[in-house]
């Protein structure tokens, strides 16, 4: 195993900065589900959400169930891809609140195509809380209603994004060295 240079990458944000802001979208979160009937359903998108999920659900105060999914998206040329669920939801989520974990939006089709998903299995609402937010990467809209960060259109990683299954366990968000463009 190979360690990780710093001169592979920058930070772009801090631990510190990371937890400060996560700890502030819990709060948001909790006073948004505070009257609740039944368990809030979180369901993270594997892998890179899962620092994210970890940290913000140790914060959430409200009654919580923690699913995952999984999707990979295949592309040709320049047209959207056709987004496949690799790992499906186990609960039931019709009539339930859903906050959908993200690492990161960029292009918007994959998330879109997860939140109607979800609607038409017919959760009462879904929202999506993201890490990182790559606006000007964005090709079809994507409401993000809980907003760690807006980032450029950057290739990041760390806490939980990867570069080839590497760099995922760094505590901070790095700039990967030579890189631009998505982290699709």
Same mark, same amino acid.
């Not at 001169?7 to 920058?10: F, V």
């Not at 631009?180 to 699709?184: P, Q």
């Given at each position: 195993m190979?360690?990780?240079k710093k001169?592979?990458?920058?930070i772009l944000i801090s631990a510190a900065t990371l937890q400060k802001r996560i700890s502030a979208l819990a709060k948001q979160i909790n006073a948004d589900y505070a009257d609740l009937s039944e368990p809030l359903v979180?369901?993270?998108v594997l892998k890179g959400s899962i620092f994210f999920l970890v940290d913000l659900l140790k914060q959430v105060t409200v009654p919580l169930v923690i699913d995952f999914l999984q999707t990979s998206s295949y592309r040709s040329? &320049?047209?959207?891809?056709?987004v496949r669920i690799r790992k499906d939801i186990d609960v039931a989520i019709r009539g339930r609140h859903v906050l959908l974990i993200e690492d990161i939006v960029d292009t918007g089709f994959t998330?879109?195509?997860?939140?109607?998903? #979800?609607? #038409?299995r017919g959760a009462a609402s879904v929202?999506?809380?993201?890490?990182?937010d790559k606006a000007e990467a964005r090709e079809i809209e994507v409401p993000v209603d809980y907003r760690g960060f807006e980032i450029d259109d950057i290739f990041v990683i760390?806490?939980?994004l990867d570069f080839d299954e590497r760099y995922r366990e760094l505590p901070y968000i790095g700039v990967y060295a030579d890189s631009?463009?998505?982290? &699709?």
């Open positions: 190979h360690a990780h001169s592979d990458h920058k979180c369901i993270g040329g &320049s047209e959207p891809g056709e998330l879109k195509t997860i939140l109607e998903l #979800f609607r #038409f929202k999506l809380c993201a890490m990182l760390g806490y939980g631009a463009g998505t982290n &699709s």
